[in-house]
């Protein structure tokens, strides 16, 4: 029965001579059988053989989500097609969606990650798992699948959507664990209230909730509602899927990488400088034992900062505070929704039901916060009033506050969409 990996309480020395051996072997994987790497390597004047300790990974190219497009479907793949068992692609939000293929080896390693995310949050062989991310081309669904099924859980493979049903079953099969996007879990959790259920009576103890940027006020939010655990699971489907890291519930202080499959670098965005732990930037990650398609120095987007373990010997990253794209620049200010979220959620008289919308008017931009009230507080004017001051202390920028009857802001299936920009459209 799986329990503990012996690495995840490995010495750092052990760590890194894995490290150190995986990485010199998927760089030479990648500049073997991807004319891509083999192309970036050359043309930077490196070679696999270049790497003496993990650090050196800084001397080789960044991969970018364009040069995935650019090799849009198969180009990025390091194996022949018919050794492929399963293919993905990425959400793209912007631009064409990115394929991804895995070897039987790349499935079997990612359902052991997620088989160690679910045992870090808690879960154990025999628990039953409510399943509520999305199955089909997205990763959350299959890849929470099967590793649920690794742990030796029972899984209820509900998929997103159609809320009322997923509230019957989780009545009627009483499953320990839930894995949703967290905008999703709130989502059930109000379906339960309306059916006149408390969340607190349902059997569900721990949540692993991901895919999407969410705050601490949120993960209160989730616990409180539900009397649970709600941790955090990070990943990307160009790097694997759900489970290239994931908090501890005994810690619950940001996702443990997991190093023995991935190598995290923190850089400085714009001059793409290696920076030491500690310090805020975009995460950069490689994959270490990847065969179909390894990535090397994957630029994810995201910002975040790497820290000492803690509950595990293997480095945390901070909570994601957004992705450089969902970053919003509101006259010169950078602010992301989390940040917001974290706000607005410290008010118990607002709910975590909100979006943001972005306008240009006579030039200048504006921000236009949509927030559900609790019931009975709508036409308070104080939470709104107030949340306007609290946002321009700590963040400086001046918002509208508007609030709006229960149930008016879309709710989302799986990841939220928590800003509406609508300066590049013309009155
Ligand atoms: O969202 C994989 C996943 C599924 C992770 C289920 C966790 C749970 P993509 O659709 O490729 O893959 O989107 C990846 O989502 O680069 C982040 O911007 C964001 N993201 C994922 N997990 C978190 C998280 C899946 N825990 C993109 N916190 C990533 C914040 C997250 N953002």
């Avoid at 995840?8 to 010199?24: G, I």
């Avoid at 408390?198 to 969410?214: F, Q």
């Avoid at 390894?294 to 990253?317: H, K, N, Q």
Wanted: glycine content about 8%; overall charge negative.
């Amino acid at each position: 029965m799986p329990g503990l990996d012996a690495i995840e309480t490995a010495s750092r020395d052990e760590l890194t001579a894995l490290q150190t051996m995986r990485l010199r072997w998927s760089l030479e994987h990648a500049y073997a059988h991807v004319p891509h790497y083999r192309h970036a390597f050359d043309a930077a004047g490196v070679h696999p053989d270049d790497l003496r300790e993990p650090a050196d990974i800084a001397r080789f190219p960044f991969t970018t989500k364009q040069h995935l497009r650019d090799a849009y479907p198969f180009g990025m793949f390091a194996v022949p097609r018919e050794d492929i068992r399963r293919l993905h692609a990425s959400s793209g939000t912007t631009g064409s969606a990115t394929v991804v293929g895995y070897t039987q080896s790349d499935l079997d390693a990612w359902a052991e990650l997620v088989a160690r995310s679910i045992f870090a949050a808690g879960g154990r062989a025999g628990m039953m798992v409510h399943v509520a991310y999305g199955y089909g081309l997205f990763t959350g669904g299959l890849g929470a699948h099967a590793g649920a099924e690794r742990l030796g859980c029972c899984v209820v493979p509900v998929s997103g959507g159609m809320t009322p049903r997923q509230v019957q079953l989780i009545r009627d099969l009483r499953p320990d664990i839930l894995m949703a996007t967290p905008s999703y879990a709130l989502v059930i959790m109000d379906e339960l209230r309306a059916q006149g259920l408390d969340p607190r009576e349902t059997s569900l103890r721990t949540a692993l909730c991901g895919a999407e940027p969410w705050s601490e006020g949120m993960r209160a939010e989730l616990e409180q509602g539900f009397a649970m655990d709600a941790v955090d699971l990070y990943g990307l489907s160009e790097v694997l899927g759900p489970g290239v890291a994931c908090e501890c519930v005994e810690s619950k202080d940001g996702p443990h990488v997991w190093e023995d499959h991935f190598y995290p670098e923190i850089i400085d965005p714009d001059t793409g400088a290696v920076l030491p732990d500690g310090a805020p930037g975009e995460l950069v990650l490689t994959t270490l034992s990847r065969q179909a398609m390894p990535v090397i120095r994957y630029r994810t987007r995201d910002l975040s900062c790497l820290l000492p373990g803690t509950a595990r010997t293997m480095r945390r990253m901070a909570r994601i505070a957004g992705r450089s794209d969902d970053m919003i620049v509101l006259r010169g200010v950078n602010v992301f929704p989390s940040q917001i979220e974290e706000l607005l959620l410290r008010d118990a008289r607002l709910s975590p039901h909100y979006q943001i919308e972005l306008r240009r008017d006579e030039r200048l931009d504006r921000m236009i916060l949509h927030i559900e009230a609790r019931p009975g507080i709508e036409s308070d004017p104080a939470p709104a009033v107030e949340l306007r001051h609290a946002i321009k202390q700590a963040l400086g920028i001046s918002v509208d506050v508007t609030l709006v009857p229960a149930g008016t802001i879309e709710r989302s299936v799986g990841k939220a969409k928590r800003v509406r920009d609508l300066r590049t459209i013309t009155p």
